[in-house]
């Protein structure tokens, strides 16, 4: 049956590079600025990237666009992205299984196709540098080369490369070394064997990341990133951090996806039971079955504390779709687990995992249509406002205007035209992320405006005391006039879907 033909290289390649042109399509179609986005696109700041750590991003941009700056190229630097993660999931599937065939192949699909990392694709200037970072990192793994020395420094080099784009995918890279690790005690793999590929990943990681010390993060200058305080408090935030994750996860349980996500970890639950049975039976005595049992619940725990990531343990305040980029390994190994229950069932059962497949696909198009949505409307959204900044006699001699976005967080990701779409799918808002304001300063600019900032504190302090004079009030957004500066103040969205008042 087509299902378990056997696939060579180029078939494999093939099948992966289709599907992940599939996938982002939603994004490419959208085009949409998203967050950072919106700056980076009229090149205000060109070395953030540098002063972040992440110098080889701004490397990758002098590259492509062959200037000294980042103009936006979008979509050429996800489409090229799309091809290096499809050569390296093809490295993946023939490095995890001797023979590749079609389910086979769906087992990879989870390294792209992971919801929480829409949030990354929405980027069209972070979104390739992050994908290519998890190319580097699977490409570091399944590198072929013999040689001891160069099995340690090419492997090291690549994870000093995918540090440089994007450090939060070392939590991709400690997961999927779990999980390749978790395959070999299955597959009879001796003790001896066993910890010199520990020795190798370890060792790998450590002078990729001295590498990484040396190299962009040298160059680098910002307070982002500093490890959380070690106090009294430390460990309730680390599990406050991990509640939330669980959180944020137990949001793919929506109605349309609780059923596929209920199949998948019921046949991944089988696989398991079988995948735990015979790991143990390789193992003579009771002393090794146990010592086998620890460490695959030692591995399972390291995995899941790679969703979150080294991000649990820095001091930052929020939990963003982008930062869970580990969950893309754990629904790899979900998926794993569950083709391995699959097949004890029936050798082509394995074709059950297209639909899981369709309902990742199912979300990023949902996605696709809702930030169309929000494009258009903040598109009509701000042309209103720079209708009345430029038409309003009272406002013609303003020269400097201060934005304020709803100080309610559920206004960032409020889209009237998708209101119901993101009630059935909160994942879909949660991907949007209330860092995604409904409008930025900069998005005036691209209508000529070009002295629009965030609202300064001696502006809050005026408007506390009622010193504004209103000029325009409607559903929207209200103008104000605060000595010799305008104030854009938008209105939460409940206030925007308020009724009409009755009319006298």
């Given at each position: 049956?087509?299902?378990?033909?056997?696939l060579?290289g180029?078939?494999?390649?093939?099948f992966?590079l289709?599907?992940?042109?599939?996938?982002?399509?939603?994004?490419?179609?959208?085009?949409?600025?998203?967050?950072?986005?919106?700056?980076?696109?009229?090149?205000?700041?060109?070395?953030?990237?540098?002063m972040?750590?992440?110098?080889?991003?701004?490397?990758?941009?002098?590259?492509?666009?062959?200037?000294?700056?980042?103009?936006?190229?979008?979509?050429?630097?996800?489409?090229?992205s799309?091809?290096?993660?499809s050569?390296?999931?093809?490295?993946?599937?023939?490095?995890?299984?001797?023979?590749?065939?079609?389910?086979?192949?769906?087992?990879?699909l989870?390294?792209?196709?992971?919801?929480?990392?829409?949030?990354?694709?929405?980027?069209?200037?972070?979104?390739?540098?992050?994908?290519?970072?998890?190319?580097?990192?699977?490409?570091?793994?399944?590198?072929?080369?013999?040689?001891?020395?160069?099995?340690?420094?090419?492997?090291?080099?690549?994870?000093?490369?995918?540090?440089?784009?994007?450090?939060?995918?070392?939590s991709?890279?400690?997961?999927?070394?779990?999980?390749?690790?978790?395959?070999?005690?299955?597959r009879?793999?001796?003790?001896?064997?066993?910890?010199?590929?520990?020795?190798?990943?370890?060792?790998?990681?450590f002078?990729?990341?001295?590498?990484?010390?040396?190299?962009?993060?040298?160059?680098?200058?910002?307070?982002?990133?500093?490890?959380?305080?070690?106090?009294?408090?430390?460990?309730h935030?680390?599990?406050?951090?991990?509640?939330?994750?669980?959180?944020?996860v137990?949001?793919?349980?929506?109605?349309?996806?609780?059923?596929?996500?209920?199949?998948?970890?019921?046949?991944?639950?089988?696989?398991?039971?079988?995948?735990?049975?015979?790991?143990?039976a390789?193992?003579?005595?009771?002393?090794?079955?146990?010592?086998?049992?620890?460490?695959?619940c030692?591995?399972?725990?390291?995995?899941?504390?790679c969703?979150?990531?080294?991000?649990?343990?820095l001091?930052?305040?929020?939990?963003?779709?982008?930062?869970?980029?580990?969950?893309?390994?754990?629904?790899?190994?979900?998926?794993?687990?569950a083709?391995?229950?699959?097949?004890?069932?029936?050798?082509?059962?394995?074709?059950v995992?297209?639909?899981?497949?369709?309902?990742?696909?199912?979300?990023?198009y949902?996605?696709?249509?809702?930030?169309?949505?929000?494009?258009?409307?903040?598109?009509?959204?701000?042309?209103?406002?720079?209708?009345?900044?430029?038409s309003?006699?009272?406002?013609?001699?303003?020269?400097d205007?201060?934005?304020?976005?709803?100080?309610?967080?559920?206004?960032?990701y409020?889209?009237?035209?998708?209101?119901?779409?993101i009630?059935?799918?909160?994942?879909?808002?949660?991907?949007?992320?209330?860092d995604?304001h409904?409008?930025?300063?900069?998005?005036?600019?691209?209508?000529?405006?070009?002295?629009?900032?965030?609202?300064?504190?001696?502006?809050?302090?005026?408007?506390?005391?009622?010193?504004?004079?209103?000029?325009?009030?409607?559903?929207?957004?209200?103008?104000?006039?605060?000595?010799?500066?305008?104030?854009?103040?938008?209105?939460?969205?409940?206030?925007?879907?308020?009724?009409?008042?009755?009319?006298?």
């Amino acid at each position: 049956m087509w299902v378990e033909k056997k696939l060579d290289g180029r078939e494999t390649v093939l099948f992966f590079l289709s599907l992940s042109m599939l996938y982002v399509f939603p994004i490419v179609h959208a085009d949409y600025l998203y967050i950072d986005d919106q700056w980076r696109s009229l090149l205000l700041v060109d070395n953030l990237w540098r002063m972040q750590g992440r110098l080889f991003s701004e490397i990758l941009y002098g590259v492509l666009t062959f200037t000294s700056s980042m103009p936006n190229i979008f979509p050429l630097p996800l489409l090229l992205s799309v091809v290096a993660i499809s050569f390296a999931m093809r490295s993946l599937v023939f490095h995890l299984y001797a023979e590749v065939s079609f389910s086979k192949c769906l087992v990879m699909l989870p390294l792209l196709c992971s919801p929480f990392f829409l949030g990354n694709l929405t980027y069209q200037y972070d979104g390739p540098a992050m994908l290519l970072s998890v190319a580097a990192m699977i490409t570091a793994i399944t590198w072929p080369i013999k040689n001891t020395r160069l099995n340690v420094i090419l492997p090291a080099f690549l994870v000093t490369v995918a540090l440089g784009l994007y450090q939060l995918t070392l939590s991709l890279f400690i997961a999927l070394c779990c999980c390749e690790l978790t395959i070999h005690l299955n597959r009879k793999t001796s003790w001896r064997s066993f910890f010199s590929l520990v020795a190798l990943r370890v060792s790998q990681l450590f002078l990729g990341g001295i590498l990484y010390v040396f190299t962009a993060h040298a160059l680098s200058d910002t307070d982002r990133g500093k490890p959380l305080t070690v106090d009294q408090n430390w460990f309730h935030v680390i599990e406050h951090r991990l509640e939330l994750t669980v959180e944020k996860v137990g949001l793919l349980n929506s109605q349309g996806m609780s059923w596929t996500l209920a199949v998948l970890l019921f046949f991944a639950g089988i696989g398991g039971v079988f995948f735990v049975k015979k790991t143990l039976a390789n193992e003579p005595g009771v002393l090794a079955k146990s010592g086998v049992l620890l460490m695959l619940c030692f591995m399972a725990a390291v995995i899941f504390l790679c969703v979150p990531g080294v991000i649990i343990f820095l001091n930052e305040s929020r939990l963003d779709a982008r930062d869970l980029i580990g969950f893309s390994a754990l629904l790899m190994l979900l998926f794993y687990l569950a083709h391995e229950g699959l097949e004890r069932i029936h050798p082509w059962a394995g074709i059950v995992l297209i639909a899981p497949c369709l309902a990742l696909f199912s979300v990023a198009y949902l996605y696709g249509q809702v930030l169309s949505a929000k494009k258009e409307y903040e598109a009509s959204l701000s042309s209103n406002i720079a209708y009345d900044l430029t038409s309003r006699v009272e406002l013609k001699g303003i020269e400097d205007f201060n934005f304020s976005p709803p100080d309610d967080e559920g206004s960032a990701y409020w889209v009237p035209a998708s209101e119901g779409t993101i009630t059935l799918v909160p994942l879909i808002g949660y991907l949007l992320s209330s860092d995604n304001h409904m409008l930025f300063p900069d998005r005036f600019r691209r209508l000529g405006i070009n002295r629009v900032f965030w609202t300064k504190d001696s502006i809050k302090r005026s408007m506390e005391k009622n010193e504004g004079r209103m000029i325009v009030d409607n559903k929207q957004y209200t103008i104000y006039l605060v000595g010799n500066e305008g104030l854009i103040q938008l209105k939460n969205h409940k206030e925007m879907v308020a009724p009409d008042p009755p009319l006298k």
